[in-house]
């Protein structure tokens, strides 16, 4: 009788998060599932994963053997997990060395802080917030009174906490900053009436189709008084040498827009939900192919 084939695995891992990959892995090695399957499994999948499976290479063949290939329930745990690596991957790594002193993406959240500045906002939202290196730019600001921080990642939200020094913060300062789990995607009336909002290379993540639902959750729902929006200009990206034929920055990207698709969509936006706006460029501007980073400021009618 052949001998079954055995894997041996090394690694040295916190034993809490090996518990995670063995609750999630050992249904999918085994591919079958002797109990019932449903909405509860795609929450537990998330609980138990969503720290590591939104960025692992396999994450839709692992959804599919844990959901047992129920279709409505892969797409589900899938879009869940988009949302997740939204906010939580680090700024391109392209651009990291493209200015001296300060790296790019410096350079970009020192510039939304001085336009937020300059539009006199003092309560404010930063979407999609990530590990919290604008909100510490803003709380460093006395300037601004209230600074509330969204993201669809607990795991961001814990580093931002950690960045940021919640616990250890005086209560003057700690009364000024929020953290909030949510989602772009959804209206939540928690961000309503605020001055301004940034959402800062935020956007090229989405996929098509669910960028509209962003459109509506921040220009109809949240409706703040300013909206300052960053995103690369994919016209800048021929300067790049290091892209070696890859046509956008960054694996997760979905899209990257010309300056001329930027402002069609910018200007749609003020069609629809009441907004006019002005654009900045943010970083080296290039004479002929534009700005490495393109700016939409939106300010309400």
Same mark, same amino acid.
């Given at each position: 009788?052949?001998? @079954?084939?055995?894997? $041996? /695995?090394?690694?040295? +891992?916190?034993?809490?998060?090996?518990?995670?990959? =063995?609750?999630?892995?050992?249904?999918?090695? *085994?591919?079958?599932? $002797?109990?019932? #399957?449903?909405? *509860?499994? #795609?929450?537990? /999948?998330?609980? $138990?994963?969503?720290?590591?499976?939104?960025? $692992?290479?396999? %994450?839709?063949?692992?959804?599919?053997?844990?959901?047992?290939?129920?279709?409505?329930?892969? &797409?589900?745990?899938?879009?869940? @997990?988009?949302?997740?690596? #939204?906010?939580?991957?680090? +700024?391109?790594?392209?651009?990291?060395?493209?200015e001296e002193p300060l %790296? =790019?993406?410096?350079? %970009?959240?020192?510039?939304?802080?001085?336009?937020?500045?300059? @539009?006199?906002?003092? &309560?404010?939202?930063?979407?999609?917030?990530?590990?919290? %290196?604008? @909100?510490?730019?803003? /709380? *460093?600001?006395?300037?601004?009174?209230?600074? #509330?921080?969204?993201?669809?990642?607990p795991k961001s939200l814990d580093i931002a906490a950690d960045r940021l020094r919640l616990e250890r913060m005086l209560e003057t300062q700690r009364s000024r900053i929020k953290l909030m789990h949510g989602s772009l995607m959804y209206r939540d009336d928690r961000l309503a009436g605020f001055d301004a909002a940034a959402c800062v290379e935020v956007i090229e993540h989405f996929d098509p189709p669910r960028l509209t639902a962003f459109e509506r959750s921040v220009f109809e729902f949240a409706k703040p008084r300013a909206v300052v929006i960053t995103t690369p200009n994919i016209e800048y990206n021929v300067r790049f040498g290091e892209m070696h034929g890859q046509r956008l920055r960054h694996r997760d990207h979905r899209f990257e827009w010309t300056r001329a698709e930027f402002t069609a969509w910018a200007n749609s936006i003020c069609d629809r939900f009441g907004y006019r706006v002005a654009f900045d460029s943010i970083g080296n501007v290039d004479p002929e192919v534009g700005p490495i980073t393109q700016m939409a400021i939106f300010l309400i009618r």
């Open positions: 009788m052949n001998a @079954l084939p055995s894997l $041996h /695995l090394v690694a040295s +891992p916190w034993v809490a998060d090996l518990l995670t990959h =063995l609750y999630v892995l050992i249904p999918v090695l *085994d591919n079958d599932k $002797h109990y019932w #399957v449903g909405d *509860d499994e #795609v929450k537990k /999948l998330l609980r $138990h994963g969503g720290n590591w499976l939104s960025s $692992h290479p396999e %994450r839709e063949r692992i959804a599919e053997r844990y959901l047992k290939h129920q279709t409505r329930l892969v &797409r589900s745990a899938l879009s869940q @997990l988009r949302d997740e690596m #939204v906010d939580t991957e680090e +700024p391109i790594e392209i651009e990291d060395d493209i %790296r =790019l993406h410096d350079i %970009r959240l020192q510039k939304v802080q001085t336009v937020l500045r300059s @539009l006199g906002a003092k &309560r404010v939202l930063d979407l999609g917030c990530g590990e919290g %290196r604008l @909100l510490k730019l803003l /709380l *460093d600001d006395p300037s601004f009174t209230e600074i #509330v921080g969204v993201d669809v990642s």
